[in-house]
Structures are given as structure tokens and as C-alpha cells.
Nanobody, 118 residues
């Protein structure tokens, strides 16, 4: 099993920045993809960004150029640097670990609230 613990959420004004962290405990494999998702009130959970252990990244169009995902494999930690925040970025942000193959696994953190005021 893998446990994920997010931190770094909070309240920030539009145009500001926040950095989210997610520490993973348990056995992490090189095939594991770490990512950030978010869910705003009344909306479905959506992808924000993902990163492989090799550093390949994928971003939602809405955050490209503003958010940066990074990963420290030695610390089993994934980060999300969020710049130029907008009110529409307000959501609960969730960390996810996805493992494909025969030992398929998808683990979620408890979420951290990000609120961007206008």
C-alpha cells in the first residue's frame, strides 16, 4: 500500500503563488506516475499535471505556463508550483499515485484546499 500526504494549500490573492507538496510512503516503483488533480465545488475531479520517474510531464491546458510539477525520487515527493493563480484555480487539490501493469494501483491523498481570491 501507498499513503500520500499533501501540504501547502491555503488562501492567496489572484496573481499570487503557492507550492504544494505530496509525500508518498510505502513502496514506490520507477513505473509509478505521480500527479495532481483538483476538484472544485459542484464539478468533477480533473487532471492538473502528472510526472513520471524519468521526469516526463503532462499538464492540463488550463494550467500550462503557470504551474510546474516536479518530483524528488529520493524523497518520494512530488511538488506543484502554482504561479499566476486565478480564482478559477480554487479547488481541493489531490495527489495521486498510479501504477499500471498486473499490480495496478491508484492511491489518493486526503486533499488540500487552495482558495484564490479576486
Amino acid at each position: 500500500q501507498v499513503q500520500l500526504v499533501e501540504s501547502g494549500g491555503g488562501l492567496v490573492r489572484a496573481g499570487g503563488s503557492l507550492r504544494l507538496s505530496c509525500a508518498a510512503s510505502g513502496t514506490i516503483f520507477s513505473i509509478d506516475i505521480l500527479g495532481w488533480y483538483r476538484q472544485a465545488p459542484g464539478k468533477q475531479r480533473e487532471l492538473v499535471a502528472t510526472i513520471t520517474s524519468g521526469g516526463s510531464t503532462n499538464y492540463a491546458d488550463s494550467v500550462k505556463g503557470r504551474f510546474t510539477i516536479s518530483r524528488d525520487n529520493a524523497k518520494n515527493t512530488v511538488y506543484l508550483q502554482m504561479n499566476s493563480l486565478k480564482p478559477e484555480d480554487t479547488a481541493v487539490y489531490y495527489c495521486n499515485l498510479y501504477r499500471g501493469g498486473v499490480a495496478r494501483l491508484s492511491s489518493w491523498g486526503q486533499g488540500t484546499q487552495v482558495t484564490v481570491s479576486s
